[in-house]
């Protein structure tokens, strides 16, 4: 099903092709998402066509049972696809894990009395920056070792996002006292921190174009409904992608930068080129937080 999303903007904006859905080795995954499909949140692998759907984490709980259930959110992929890190409540707090593609030798990487969230892969594999309650980001080794604040900005900052190339981390930071959350960039070791968006508005969730030019994200910049946009690293040359009355989240670039996939009414939704919305999975499903595989079918 296809619906058609106007504005001029859209079609100028965006050079995307179709998604590729697996290579000569068999079938891959192109997509991890996070569902409620089965009374629980847990991630799910899919393909960019909407099939092959399979749920990867732990299934043997009781749903009806609040302190079984793990919460598996906010899935990330190694650099080279080998494993996947997400956040998931054990205990009476989320924290960071780790497990192979295909949902096995999972690992436990932080163990803190806040909510760690949002895992982002250094793009040589060897850290993940996230998130924690307190409000402030950190990086640790991909083994959970060595964690250690990114900033020492007291504000609050969320939605960690490191660039491909390696030399920054998006994040979003509330501006203290307001519901204002904008756009900034620090470089992995902490240094050069600095806001690069001014709308006064509230974003969420920054992701990297593969080229490490553009970030794109959720934001209420009209002041009514969250849509897509994208800005380049100075927070200039605003790009709108969705144009809707329902709220749009999470965008997320393939590796190739020839699609973008984003969350919409409990269902994944791809863009194309031509400025069309396909819609891979069903909203009765609940799903959110597209992340596509890094590694395309032409790599294999």
């Not at 692998?45 to 598996?72: M, Y």
């Not at 020492?152 to 981390?169: M, Q, R, V």
């Not at 968006?197 to 002041?223: E, H, V």
């Not at 393939?254 to 069309?276: C, K, N, V, Y």
């Amino acid at each position: 099903m296809r619906a058609r999303i106007f504005g001029a903007a859209l079609v100028a904006v965006l050079v995307l092709g179709a998604a590729s859905c697996g290579g000569s080795g068999g079938p891959r995954p192109d997509l991890l998402l996070v569902s409620t499909r089965d009374g629980d949140y847990a991630i799910y692998e899919l393909n960019a066509d909407g099939g092959s759907q399979r749920r990867l984490t732990d299934s043997d709980i009781d749903p009806e049972d609040q302190k079984a259930v793990f919460f598996q959110i906010d899935p990330a992929w190694a650099p080279d696809a080998s494993r996947i890190a997400f956040a998931s409540r054990r205990g009476t707090s989320f924290d960071i894990y780790s497990m192979l593609a295909d949902g096995s030798d999972t690992r436990r990487l932080t163990s803190t009395k806040e909510n760690d969230v949002h895992p982002t892969w250094s793009p040589d594999g060897k850290s993940i920056a996230y998130a924690g309650s307190s409000g402030h980001i950190y990086v640790m080794g991909a083994d959970g070792s060595g964690a250690r604040r990114l900033t020492k900005d007291l504000a609050e900052e969320s939605d960690p996002a490191w660039s491909p190339d390696g030399t920054w981390i998006a994040y979003t930071r509330r501006t203290p006292g307001t519901p204002v959350r904008e756009l900034w960039l620090a470089r992995p070791n902490g240094s050069g921190a600095h806001r690069i968006t001014n709308f006064g508005q509230t974003i969420y969730g920054p992701s990297w174009s593969p080229d490490s030019k553009r970030i794109a994200f959720a934001g209420d910049l009209d002041g009514t409904t969250y849509d897509i946009y994208s800005v380049d690293l100075q927070g200039k040359s605003r790009r709108r992608y969705t144009q809707s009355h329902s709220d749009a989240f999470e965008p997320a670039w393939s590796p190739d930068g020839q699609t973008m996939a984003f969350s919409r009414d409990g269902a994944i939704e791809l863009i194309d080129a031509a400025g069309s919305i396909e819609r891979l999975t069903d909203p009765e499903d609940n799903d959110s937080s597209p992340a596509w595989n890094p590694v395309t079918a032409d790599d294999q």
